[in-house]
Each structure stands twice: as C-alpha cells, then as structure tokens.
C-alpha cells in the first residue's frame, strides 16, 4: 500500500522559514519522481516543485523560485521541503505527491497534508 505521511506544517511569521518532511513507503522511492503541491483555501492546486530521481535539478514554480529548497534521501524515503523567507500567501496545505506536478496536477498518490500558516 502506498502511503505519504507529510509533517512539519505550523504558523510561522513573514519571514520565517520552516521544514517539511513526507515519509514514503509501498513504491520504489528511489526511483521515482517526486513532487511537492500546495493548495490554498478557494484556490486550484499549485505545483510547489519536483524532485527527480536523477542528479537533476529540481523543478520549482515560479511563486517560490529562491526561497524554497527540494530535497531527497532514498535511504530514508523522506522527501524535503525547507520553506524560507516566507510570504503570507504561501499560507497553503502542503501535500506530497508520488508525480510529476509539471506533467499533471492533481494525479497521483497524495498525502493527508501538512498545514502552513503564514501571519504577521
């Protein structure tokens, strides 16, 4: 059985920086691709990043260019995201996805989220 277990969500000020992680299990996470998805209330999800299997570089949509960091160890089927100098409108839920969120959002194994919450 595939699962996805995101933590690390919480409030944090502009400005602040926090670090998600998504545990994987059920699928040969090192060899797949990886992505990270957001979605806000009333909002469509966001493709947030992808990360890849390979040496190349991940993917990163354009709201968060700079400011957030992809990152994976296949050892430990953990899949990263370090939010930095965070906006009030990063305020999103935070899913990972067994996908390529640049191919198709919305398909593929998710998780149940993780909550970030961005106030002044």
């Known amino acids: 059985e595939v699962q996805l277990v995101e933590s690390g969500g919480g409030t944090v000020q502009p400005g602040g920086a926090l670090r998600l992680s998504c545990a994987a299990s059920g699928f040969p996470f090192s060899i797949a691709i990886m992505s990270w998805v957001r979605q806000a209330p009333g909002e469509e999800l966001e493709c947030v990043s992808v990360v890849y299997p390979t040496l190349q570089s991940p993917h990163y949509g354009e709201s968060v260019k700079g400011r957030f960091t992809a990152s994976r160890d296949n050892a430990k089927k953990t899949l990263y995201l370090q939010l930095s100098s965070l906006k009030t409108e990063d305020t999103s839920i935070y899913y990972c996805?067994?996908?390529?969120?640049?191919?198709?959002?919305?398909?593929?194994?998710r998780g149940q989220g993780t909550q970030v919450t961005v106030s002044p």
């Open positions: 996805s067994w996908s390529d969120c640049t191919q198709s959002i919305g398909i593929g194994h």
